[in-house]
């Protein structure tokens, strides 16, 4: 079975400095592939590169077999893939259901002649992303702040939010950059739990990034070590934390 993400000998500089080094990753159909590396090894390069918000020197990226490597971030998302960000993106003076109602695309209320003409035809598809955007709140854990403002919300509740609004397209994939950052030891706790079922009961496939190693520990196998833009190991955790080039590229040498 050919791989959901097949990144291929890409090439990624910023001036003379190579950031990504002939690098070659593949995420296979319904795992959670982790990726760690020390600072500067190029991980959220290549994440960038693998969601669209830049563009290689070289190489390809394909998602389901399809090269998408020219395609940009908004046609990427219509394909199935979809990132969070390390810093929550929410609507801030949107509650937090309105959030979920905003990402399906191609609503019928977009259009002006659809308001005007139409106007059942909005009010029912309104109502189907309702019921969706609900359920979904419901999943994560957030029925109770329903109604309130985004922007309000705790840091870890927008990262559910964010986990959420994945929930609203037809993802087959999705990148989450350090979701584990800003949020308390409870949350995370549920944050790991949703993805672990949309993992096992609704198929989705992760790429993550994350230094919380006790998150990469519970939800990752595979895990690939990005260091200087190339990829230095793939494995399960326990042979990365005893890989002595593991350890000293996070360590030194003494330490290994």
């Excluded at 998302?77 to 695309?105: C, D």
């Excluded at 950059?177 to 308390?184: S, T, Y």
């Excluded at 326990?238 to 030194?252: K, Q, T, W």
Aim: with cysteine.
């Amino acid at each position: 079975m050919k791989p959901l993400i097949e990144v291929q000998q890409v090439n990624k500089a910023f001036g003379g400095l190579q950031v990504i080094n002939d690098c070659s990753i593949r995420v296979e159909r319904g795992s959670i592939t982790g990726m760690i590396g020390p600072n500067g090894a190029g991980k959220s390069t290549l994440f960038n590169l693998i969601a669209g918000a830049l563009t290689p020197d070289s190489g390809r990226i394909l998602l389901d077999g399809e090269d998408i490597t020219a395609l940009s971030a908004d046609q990427r998302f219509h394909k199935g893939l979809l990132r969070t960000f390390q810093i929550a993106h929410e609507f801030s003076q949107m509650s937090a259901l309105e959030n979920l109602m905003m990402v399906p695309p191609n609503q019928a209320g977009e259009n002006l002649f659809n308001a005007w003409f139409k106007p059942g035809l909005v009010r029912q598809q309104e109502a189907e992303v309702r019921r969706r955007a609900l359920e979904v709140i419901e999943f994560v854990g957030l029925h109770h702040v329903r109604n309130e403002l985004a922007g309000n919300l705790s840091g870890g509740q927008k990262k559910l939010l964010e986990l959420g609004r994945t929930m609203m397209s037809d993802a087959k994939v999705v990148l989450l950059d350090e979701i584990a950052a800003g949020v308390n030891r409870t949350l995370l706790g549920d944050l790991m739990g949703n993805i672990e079922r949309l993992n096992r009961e609704l198929g989705y496939t992760f790429l993550v990034i994350e230094h919380d190693m006790d998150m990469i520990s519970r939800l990752c196998d595979p895990v690939i070590v990005l260091a200087q833009g190339s990829v230095m190991i793939e494995g399960n955790i326990e042979e990365i934390r005893n890989n002595p080039a593991v350890i000293e590229a996070y360590f030194g040498t003494d330490a290994a």
